[in-house]
């Protein structure tokens, strides 16, 4: 049975940081696309970056280019985004998610992924 649970959010001022984490079980991280998406309220989900299924190419959303990082660390087969610079308008719930299709870049649409996490809450104030 695959799990994704995401951890890490909270709340932070702008201007500050955070890392979120996706632990991954009954599925291998290093050997599919991964992805990070983020919902705000009353909003559509939204594609916020991603790692292709070898790891040498990362993408990432216009609006968080430069500020986030994402990452694998296969040995903990877990999923990282490090989120700097916050902005009270990256508030939202974000999930992680496993693409299992795709095999050299990653897919900007939820549809294109199999399996998600639960979600994790960030909150920036101003």
């Known amino acids: 049975q695959v799990q994704l649970v995401e951890s890490g959010g909270g709340l932070v001022q702008a201007g500050g940081s955070l890392r979120l984490s996706c632990a991954a079980s009954?599925?291998?991280?290093?050997?599919?696309?991964m992805g990070w998406f983020r919902q705000a309220s009353g909003k559509e989900r939204e594609f916020v970056a991603g790692v292709s299924r070898s790891g040498s190419s990362t993408y990432y959303a216009d609006s968080v280019k430069g500020r986030f990082t994402i990452s694998r660390d296969n040995a903990k087969n877990t999923l990282y985004l490090q989120m700097n610079k916050l902005k009270p308008e990256d508030t939202a719930v974000y999930y992680c998610a496993a693409d299992l299709t795709s095999w050299f870049s990653v897919s900007y649409d939820s549809n294109g992924y199999d399996y998600w996490g639960q979600g994790t809450q960030v909150t920036v104030s101003s």
């Open positions: 009954g599925l291998t991280c290093s050997n599919y696309a």
